[in-house]
């Protein structure tokens, strides 16, 4: 009765022998096909991967692209300790996270930004004069901190203010602080690197279809990071498209206004950038401005320093002319044998 499970157990042990004996012999003649099912496990196992990183990707753009504004500029930049305010609103210096480049990020109350219409895919749609202006000033792809004007690397329009992102040269400052960090007055030769700079600035400027209207010391940024120093345009909050015929309205700084202002409210493009072109130099020549008063821009010729050349005292005449025929272009001042 109890003799059968006995026997059993060898016939047992035998199918567990053959069956690895089985496995054993069959190893070597199973290898190719065993590592082609490893290499589709791995291949699928991979695309499994690749599949998850990019839906991964995905969330993450999709995330962001439903973030706020303000969300989205806390994320790409970070910003520091301020670098200036006024009516305008403010500027704080900071940078850009994902490669540490230097940014100045401008603050503009909603009510203070200046808006115009203009056409977009077909559609007219209204955004801020100022990015507007700076769009068309825009330099090509890869050549950031080589036009006259600071470049915009991105904006923001929110429910409160208009932040503008724009380029920093680091270091730099303005050009009011490089005056009084050099004495107060600048000799001929170095206010006639500035200058020459300023023209072909502004001729690009104007090139590109854009009228600047607030140029003084505080609007030119100075690049000191070499010898030879590079001014550079900034603020175009006060700027429009650039015209042939007169404009009627004015913003900007009152004592830099030219005298037709004053007298018949309106002005033509070049001659009015000329005549401020000529307030900054008088500055930078002789430790302050030409003007004071609207009396003295309408009936005073300024009186100038005593050791300046006669060159440098007629550029500066005719710069500053009542009349704005007889100012020269911006073209013309490059010809001027002071600036030769």
Partial sequence: MFSRPAQSLPAFTCRRDLGNHAS??????????????TEDARKRRNKRKAGTEESREGTKKKRRSTQSPSAQLGQRYKELQ???????????C??????????????????????????????????????????KLAPAPGSIGQTAAIALM????????????????????DLRKYLEDSGGVLEEHEAKIILRQLVAAFIEIHAKGVLHRDVKLENILVETVCD???????????????EEGPYTTCCGTRLYFPPEWYEHHSYMAGPFTVWQLGVVLFT???????????T????????????????????????????PED??????LLLHPWLE
């Avoid at 301020?82 to 704080?92: D, I, N, T």
């Fill in 284 to 294: 930078l020549l002789n430790g302050h401005l030409p003007f004071y008063t609207r």
């Fill in 228 to 242: 030879i120093h590079r001014f550079r345009v900034i603020d175009f909050g006060c700027g429009c498209t650039l």
């Fill in 296 to 323: 003295h821009i309408l009936q005073c010729n300024p009186a100038t320093n005593d050791w300046l050349s006669q060159n440098c005292h007629d550029l500066l005449q005719w710069c500053l002319a009542k009349c």
């Fill in 154 to 173: 991105d904006w923001y329009d929110l429910e409160q203010e208009l932040i503008l992102v724009l380029e920093r040269p680091s270091p730099c400052m």
């Fill in 24 to 37: 054993v012999a069959g190893a070597k003649r199973h290898t190719e096909p065993c590592n082609l099912q």
């Fill in 327 to 332: 100012r020269p272009t911006l073209e013309d």
């Fill in 82 to 92: 301020p670098l200036g305010q006024g009516g305008f609103g403010s500027v704080h």
């Fill in 94 to 135: 900071g940078y850009r996270k994902n490669d540490y480049f230097p940014v100045a990020i401008k603050h503009i109350p909603r009510e203070k930004v200046f808006r115009t219409n203009v056409i977009k895919n077909g559609k007219v749609c209204e955004l801020p004069l100022e990015v507007v202006l700076l769009l």
